[in-house]
């Protein structure tokens, strides 16, 4: 197999040649058709994720189909198109796994940071925690679907069922959210960077019902926000805009310090708390529903050989929707 193997803190993924490995009893392995690039992967690059064990393959947006099966493996088959997301294990003892909180399992194990991910042309996951896609959509446009379409959801369920939804941050979770609400019928405001007009005509193309600077205020007030970027002078923005009893999701896995606010605008059972990672309850739930959600997810591809190259445009802003990277 092949990979693009982070081999220190802030350095560039390297093209490596690795022997092919073979599933233990309760894992597969999966021949890699696309992966998407999510926010985190810069933030495993960056090492602003602790107790990273180099060298490791980054990527948790994984589409494949299976090659090899581990003896214990009995709801899958070879050949079958699957799809691994971040989480990749979990102990199933601790008290969070036993109350269906196993997202915030004591010892878990991600794809892409403490486990081998999918920037790569094969991975070995484990089976259980590993999805069946529904048919309908190509590999490439499936690919952002298992974290910014997860995460994305889970986000959305946990800001309750408001009608006016704020996003701030629009870019591969953004994009996939807001059509969800579209489709359940709410009003969407998506907030970018101050001044980024591309990214506000992006947002209105795919159908939000008003677009802005993040530090503008919205034209109505919001029921509950979610923010996907990475940027704590976010929050009480969001806050400000939110109305009495409504909710802010902090949806992103590392964000910059939040500065100090006044206490009034939280006031009035404004709340604001974070998500973190995902349940498979979460994905078994997503991907039932999708099918009748008119969803279309925005990708620029890559070829796997230039993840460098897409994680910088990530970085900087280069493309709306969401970065794949396809094995040559
Ligand atoms: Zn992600
Ligand atoms: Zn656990």
Redesign the pocket.
Known sequence: MQAMVLNSQASELIWTELPDRLPDAHEIRISISACGV???DLHVLDGELPDIKYPIIPG??IVGHIDMLGAAVKDFHAGQRVGVP?LGHTCGVCMFCKSQQENLCDHPSFTGYTRDGGFATSVIADARFVFALPEGRSDVATAPLL??GL?GWRSLEMVGDGQRLGIYGFGAAGHIVAQIAKFQKRSVFAFTRPGDSAGQDFAKSVGVDWAGDSDQTPPEMLDGAIIYAPVGDLVPLALRAVRKGGRVVCAGIHMSDIPRFPYRILWEERSLRSVANLTRADGLKFFSVLPAMDITTHTRTYALRDANQALADLRNGEFSGAAVLVPD
């Open positions: 999510c926010r985190t948790h947006e971040w974290c910014a995460i």
